[in-house]
T-cell receptor, first 113, second 113 residues
Framework: DGGITQSPKYLFRKEGQNVTLSCEQN?????MYWYRQDPGQGLRLIYY???????QKGDIAEGYSVSREKKESFPLTVTSAQKNPTAFYLC????????????FGSGTQLSVL | KNQVEQSPQSLIILEGKNCTLQ??????????LRWYKQDTGRGPVSLTI?????NTKSNGRYTATLDADTKQSSLHITASQLSDSASYIC????????????FGGGTRVLVKP
């Protein structure tokens, strides 16, 4: 099956800890994105990558980091600098970076212990 | 101020009834307006995509309309089913911002038997 796989489904972070959310796609898409979703709010863009080994900050990049070493993979690290990390994190991809139809993963719920 | 506003925030309807969700946007010109369906704890899935020149687009029991003059879109659900219980998200692609996507906060729909 083609699609986007996010893991884990649920993640708990201790104070001062960095955690990494995984996102893998087998759609052969060039562009990948990370969004944060808070209750009642629209999705907010954290980081995006239009091509391997290149990525750009979104609207709320502070406290997060990413890498794009392979076309299929776009992991997101939530660092200890992110003081309010509790949210639902969604990874998405599109065929190119020109904001075409997005395909989303099933999300990771991150909570703080 | 969010550039994409959705209303109502939530609604409850009886199975078999119709309902209409609203999306107002304040920025133009835009490239595309999309409606996504998001089941609880899952990623959004695209329902319809419309360009600025299209007035209506259907996907089964879902019909989206667009009035570019008033900058309004609506999503009409016909003969609702229990599986329609979800959040519905309006997304505008803004040309002036390099085709950046702006997400509405969503409307949560609960269909009761």
């Amino acid at each position: 099956d083609g699609g986007i796989t996010q893991s884990p489904k649920y993640l708990f972070r201790k104070e001062g800890q960095n955690v990494t959310l995984s996102c893998e796609q087998n759609l052969n898409h060039d562009a990948m994105y990370w969004y944060r979703q808070d209750p009642g709010q629209g999705l907010r863009l954290i980081y995006y990558s239009q091509i391997v080994n290149d990525f750009q900050k979104g609207d709320i990049a502070e406290g997060y980091s990413v890498s794009r070493e392979k076309k299929e993979s776009f992991p997101l690290t939530v660092t200890s600098a992110q003081k309010n990390p509790t949210a639902f994190y969604l990874c998405a991809s599109s065929l190119t970076g020109s904001s075409e139809k997005l395909f989303f993963g099933s999300g990771t719920q991150l909570s703080v212990l | 101020k969010n550039q994409v506003e959705q209303s109502p925030q939530s609604l409850i309807i009886l199975e078999g009834k119709n309902c209409t969700l609203q999306c107002n946007y304040t920025v133009s010109p835009f490239s595309n307006l999309r409606w996504y369906k998001q089941d609880t704890g899952r990623g959004p899935v695209s329902l319809t995509i419309m360009t600025f020149s299209e007035n209506t687009k259907s996907n089964g029991r879902y019909t989206a309309t667009l009035d570019a003059d008033t900058k309004q879109s609506s999503l009409h659900i016909t003969a609702s089913q229990l599986s329609d219980s979800a959040s519905y998200i309006c997304v505008v692609s803004i040309v002036a911002a390099g085709n950046k996507l702006t997400f509405g906060g969503g409307t949560r729909v609960l269909v009761k038997p």
